[in-house]
Each structure stands twice: as C-alpha cells, then as structure tokens.
C-alpha cells in the first residue's frame, strides 16, 4: 500500500494553456475524489467517482474541468484554458466504503501565471 | 454558503496542556464527522471521527465532542505535544445513498510551543 499518489506535485502554467494532472488511489479503493483547496480555506469538493462511473459534479466544476476514471483506478483531472482563478492545490483522495474518511494524496498545486 | 465553520485561525498552546480545537456546522442532516491534521506540503491525514449517534469519541491522546443540539464538535488533544503543531480541519458528511461528500472547515493552525 503506497497510498494516494499525484503528479505533478507541482504545475506552473500560462494563462490560456491546458493542464492534466493523475491520481493514482489505494488499489483497493473504488471510490475516488476530487477536492480544490485555495489559501486560507479548506478542501471543497468536485467530483466523485465510484469505480469509473462518475456520480457527482459540483457547481465548481465549470465546463472548463473533466475528469475521468476509465477503468475505475487511476483518475485524470484535466483544467482547459486555465485562468488565475484557478490556481489553488488540488487534491485527489481514495476511499473503500461509504461512511469512512478518505485517505487523500500530497495534491498537486497550480499556479496560473 | 459556509456549512462547515472554524472561527479560530490559530490556536497556541504550551506542550502538556491540553488543546481544543471548535467547530460548527449548520446543516441538520450532517451525520458524520471527521478531523484531519495537515502538515505543510502533504494532504490531509485523517485523525479521528463520529457518528451522530455518539456524543464521544476516544482515540489515545484525541477525543472528539458531538453536540447536536448546539451543531458543535470540538477536538481536544491532551497531553499536547511540539508534533502535534500542524493545521487542523474538521469535515462533515451527510449520508445520501451510499455517498459521503465531505463539507470541510477552513482549518485551525495549532502551534504547540515547547
């Protein structure tokens, strides 16, 4: 058990530009999550996805975002046409069964210049 | 909306004594609660949790509080130690089918001096 990887640790990219960033989860997990946490603040939820169905949106997740999780283990969360809003850490976290915390990776954090 | 509210920023305690770190939550039909400790450049790492249906919950040094009537919890870490020094959130979920979507506070910073 390796835990909840990301990469990259860390994206600096230009305004406009497109960005991916994977999360590899505990292999056992089939409930994967997406999380954004800007300073100050703490983690606000996107996306979940229970094996490679994804189940939930949140507003936050403009046209500008998709995720995936093509065979319900790795996941990629792609940003389009980044913006400066978007700079923050994002955080993908695992989880076996409903109802229990998640074991969340180190995040990758984007900056937008 | 903010469901989930931290009101202290940071929190300074001398090591030994015992930290308490608050929460309050505005949606009634929260029924799950957790706190996550986060050192610097690493994700969240999940400490301890509570089920609605508990008033307490014990876990070595750590010991989370429910009130509901009052939509508070409260985390109290005795004796506290320079390790514990780390950013605190507490989260809370309710349970819709057989999903947990995690609203989370915007974190205490404990800082146990030595």
């Known amino acids: 058990d390796t835990g909840v990887s990301q990469d990259p640790r860390h994206k600096i990219t230009k305004r406009g530009q497109n960005v991916t960033f994977r999360c590899d989860p505990i292999s056992e997990h089939n409930r994967l999550y997406w999380y954004r946490q800007t300073l100050g603040q703490g983690p606000e939820f996107l996306t979940y996805?229970?094996?490679?169905?994804?189940?939930?949106k949140s507003r936050l997740l403009s046209d500008r975002f998709s995720a995936e999780r093509p065979k319900g283990s790795f996941s990629t969360l792609e940003i389009q046409r980044t913006e400066q809003g978007d700079s923050a850490m994002y955080l993908c976290?695992?989880?076996?069964?409903?109802?229990?915390?998640?074991?969340f990776g180190s995040g990758t954090r984007l900056t937008v210049v | 909306d903010q469901q989930v509210k931290q009101n202290s920023p940071s929190l300074s305690v001398q090591e030994g004594r015992i930290s308490i770190l608050n929460c309050d939550y505005t949606n009634s039909m929260f029924d799950y609660f957790l706190w996550y400790k986060k050192y610097p450049a690493e994700g969240p790492t999940f400490l301890i949790s509570i089920s609605s249906i508990k008033d307490k919950n014990e876990d070595g040094r750590f010991t989370v509080f429910l009130n509901k009537s009052a939509k508070h919890l409260s985390l109290h870490i005795v004796p506290s130690q320079p390790g514990d020094s780390a950013v605190y959130f507490c989260?809370?979920?309710?349970?819709?089918?057989?999903?947990?979507?995690?609203?989370f506070g915007s974190g205490t910073k404990l800082n146990v001096k030595p």
């Open positions: 996805f229970q094996n490679e169905a994804q189940l939930e």
């Open positions: 976290a695992s989880s076996l069964a409903a109802g229990r915390g998640y074991t």
């Open positions: 989260a809370a979920s309710a349970t819709l089918n057989n999903f947990n979507k995690f609203y």
